[in-house]
């Protein structure tokens, strides 16, 4: 198993990477992801399973005839821009490794296994994360996913199509969501919990509530030499009041907030801008602070406004409520992987997953694999090897188990 996840994970590294950063760019759809997802295809069928895409671009690559009560398994392979090599790949490569264990371990599968990749996990492209696994699931709208623009202005309609794939047939699909009988997904922590503790592997116990706010200010563009200051309306003002809004407003409640994207128009070192659009990450331990957080941080952003003579519109991009996986699956997976530590930690995360997604529709369970800084959507996300070995037995144990049952 370690050879064969060495050996996958050499393959995929140079794909859509950033050799001055060390990071990856594999915005959905571009050349670099297409990449990773045929180098997938072609990985997944030289084990013998059967690939096939649905109808809203998620890879399949069954074991076993499409069926009843299935195992499925896998992650992601987009990127954030500049991100790190293993948010995504490594519950993908993982899965693929954890395959050929099975096959190794001679297990006997009494129940379909599939592997699947999710398309536009990240919303690095298009803005709305989990697209794929919301589309699957019907928590998205055809028609909004339909009309969503990367910042070229292309649709993700448009960008599917120029891929080969028909928007017009993109929807849930309740029988490939019914044949899941259990879903797991391996993934990278973007935390410090296991480095803190001195585990390698732990269970996935909540995903905080979390979501995505645009927010334009609208002022009037003017000469930055000769416009009076009393006479200015600059939408930077209200914009920078809302990002340490952002810090305080979080801080108060426990929550984290974060301002990560604006654009400025028309972004000129000597006009006062027209207009900044910028985008709040806001995430809470539960719903009611998540709204206080959202709110407080709207309230500053609407007074500031009004101060300085700016239009603020604000709009939901996108949500996640809550997300409690399988306790039964948590409990049974931390069980058996445990160790000679006994069972495995059990973790709650501030990050979305496509698991967290389908833990609405399926038993859904996560494992995480030891990052021991911490750092993850940056090019210096990193996992010791003998960690991500740790993971994939912990993957394959856990697959062994479900397919046995
Ligand atoms: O932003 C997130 O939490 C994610 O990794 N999709
Ligand atoms: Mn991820
Ligand atoms: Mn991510
Ligand atoms: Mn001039």
């Known amino acids: 198993?370690?050879?064969?996840?060495?050996?996958?994970?050499?393959?995929?590294?140079?794909?859509?990477?950033?050799?001055?950063?060390?990071?990856?760019?594999?915005?959905?759809?571009?050349?670099?992801?297409?990449?990773?997802?045929?180098?997938?295809?072609?990985?997944?069928?030289?084990?013998?399973?059967?690939?096939?895409?649905?109808?809203?671009?998620?890879?399949?690559?069954?074991?076993?005839?499409?069926?009843?009560?299935?195992?499925?398994?896998?992650?992601?392979?987009?990127?954030?821009?500049?991100?790190?090599?293993?948010?995504?790949?490594?519950?993908?490569?993982?899965?693929?490794?954890?395959?050929?264990?099975?096959?190794?371990?001679?297990?006997?599968?009494?129940?379909?296994?599939?592997?699947?990749?999710?398309?536009?996990e990240e919303g690095g492209r298009f803005g709305v994360p989990c697209l794929g696994s919301r589309l699957l699931t019907g928590a998205i709208t055809p028609d909004r996913a339909a009309a969503l623009t990367d910042t070229d202005g292309t649709s993700w309609a448009r960008a599917m199509a120029e891929s080969g794939f028909a928007p017009e047939r993109m929807g849930p699909e309740?029988?490939?969501?019914?044949?899941?009988?259990?879903?797991?997904?391996?993934?990278?922590?973007?935390?410090?919990?296991?480095?803190?503790?001195?585990?390698?592997?732990?269970?996935?116990?909540?995903?905080?509530?979390?979501?995505?706010?645009?927010?334009?200010?609208?002022?009037?563009?003017?000469?930055?030499?000769?416009?009076?200051?009393?006479?200015?309306?600059?939408?930077?003002?209200?914009?920078?009041?809302?990002?340490?809004a952002a810090r305080s407003v979080a801080e108060a409640h426990g929550a984290v907030a974060t301002v990560g994207k604006a654009v400025s128009k028309p972004n000129c070192a000597n006009a006062i801008p027209s207009k900044v659009r910028a985008w709040l990450d806001a995430r809470a331990p539960d719903e009611a602070t998540l709204r206080a957080v959202v709110d407080g941080v709207d309230a500053e952003a609407r007074r500031s406004s009004v101060e300085h003579g700016v239009f603020l519109a604000s709009f939901k991009e996108s949500s996640t409520p809550v997300v409690r996986f399988d306790s039964g699956l948590r409990d049974r997976i931390a069980t058996i992987v445990g160790g000679a530590n006994g069972?495995?930690?059990?973790?709650?995360?501030?990050?979305?997953?496509?698991?967290?997604?389908?833990?609405?529709?399926?038993?859904?369970?996560?494992?995480?694999v030891r990052n021991p800084t911490g750092i993850s959507h940056a090019p210096g996300e990193y996992a010791d090897t003998a960690d991500c070995h740790a993971g994939v037995q912990a993957l394959t144990t856990t697959l062994a188990d479900l397919l046995t049952e």
Do not use: C, K
């Open 1 to 120: 198993m370690t050879a064969t996840f060495d050996a996958l994970w050499t393959e995929l590294a140079p794909i859509g990477r950033n050799r001055a950063t060390g990071g990856y760019q594999r915005l959905s759809w571009s050349p670099a992801d297409t990449e990773a997802r045929s180098w997938f295809a072609q990985a997944a069928a030289a084990r013998g399973l059967d690939v096939a895409p649905d109808r809203n671009g998620n890879l399949w690559a069954w074991w076993g005839e499409p069926g009843a009560g299935a195992v499925v398994t896998g992650s992601h392979l987009d990127s954030v821009p500049d991100g790190g090599a293993f948010d995504g790949p490594l519950g993908v490569v993982g899965a693929l490794a954890a395959v050929e264990e099975l096959h190794r371990r001679g297990v006997r599968p009494r129940r379909p296994l599939a592997v699947v990749v999710f398309v536009e």
């Open 343 to 368: 069972p495995a930690p059990v973790l709650d995360t501030g990050a979305g997953h496509d698991a967290g997604v389908l833990a609405a529709a399926v038993p859904t369970a996560m494992l995480f």
């Open 174 to 244: 309740p029988d490939l969501l019914g044949h899941i009988g259990a879903f797991v997904e391996l993934h990278i922590e973007q935390g410090r919990s296991l480095a803190h503790i001195g585990r390698p592997v732990g269970v996935a116990d909540t995903v905080w509530p979390h979501g995505r706010w645009r927010m334009e200010f609208s002022g009037r563009p003017d000469h930055a030499g000769t416009t009076r200051l009393d006479d200015r309306h600059d939408p930077m003002l209200p914009f920078a009041h809302t990002v340490t």
